[in-house]
């Protein structure tokens, strides 16, 4: 089994719209997550960290849910710039990070 | 600040040749990794550094080799390139204190 694991999509959604994916992962001892996007053939950059209360940060909302071992991004009112591929990190051994395969979402005018 | 840098961009080695990708951050950063990233696949780690001098291997080091004399530099070795190790590797810097990963621009590497 991965490590984490998410549904690649894509998903394919018009301005304005909201959209919501999750991760999971199967190390329970994981202490850190995060949400990191990535442009077409570009690095992947960190989007947001990911708290045990949920944390937003404008229109992205990050939940986490320690019990059935998910994440879970929300992107509100998306914008055509949020078209990119989102990959779920974590943490299960200190300073060496899980990343899944990510979840591409594009948003059409 | 440039971040983290990585040379080359793109590389064509035939099977069998040998090669070093060139990673460098002026962020001071202890920690640093190599990843390679294959379609369908999320980024794997191959090697990564705690600091000057220490090495250990990752997820997936079979092929590869590292090392750190520097704070700065952490470069990859090839030693035997392979039609497998066609991929995309993206070399990082750890901050500690956020838990945050920067990323270089990517070496995209094709074996034949």
């Known amino acids: 089994r991965k490590e984490v694991e998410q549904d690649p999509g894509p998903f394919n959604v018009p301005e304005g719209a909201t959209v919501a994916f999750n991760c999971t992962y199967s190390?329970?001892?994981?202490?850190?997550f995060f949400w990191y996007r990535q442009d077409c053939r570009k690095e992947p950059k960190l989007l947001m960290s990911?708290?045990?209360s949920g944390n937003e940060d404008g229109r992205f909302t990050a939940q986490l849910n320690r019990a059935s071992q998910y994440i879970s991004l929300l992107i509100r009112d998306s914008k055509l710039s949020d078209s990119a591929t989102y990959l779920c990190?974590?943490?299960?051994?200190?300073?060496?990070?899980?990343f899944g395969a990510g979840t591409t979402v594009t948003v059409r005018a | 600040n440039a971040g983290v840098t990585q040379t080359p961009k793109f590389q064509v080695l035939k099977t069998g040749q040998s090669m070093t990708l060139q990673c460098a951050q002026d962020m001071n950063h202890e920690y640093m990794s190599w990843y390679r990233q294959d379609p369908g696949m999320g980024l794997r780690l191959i090697h990564y550094?705690?600091?000057?001098?220490?090495?250990d291997q990752g997820e997936v080091p079979n092929g590869y080799n590292v090392s750190r004399s520097t704070t700065e530099d952490f470069p990859l070795r090839l030693l035997s390139a392979a039609p497998s190790q066609t991929s995309v590797y993206f070399c990082a810097s750890l901050d500690r204190s956020q838990e945050t990963q920067y990323f270089g621009p990517g070496t995209r590497l094709l074996v034949l």
């Open positions: 550094s705690v600091g000057a001098g220490i090495t």
């Open positions: 190390n329970s001892a994981s202490q850190s």
């Open positions: 990190v974590v943490n299960p051994i200190r300073y060496k990070l899980s």
């Open positions: 990911v708290y045990s």
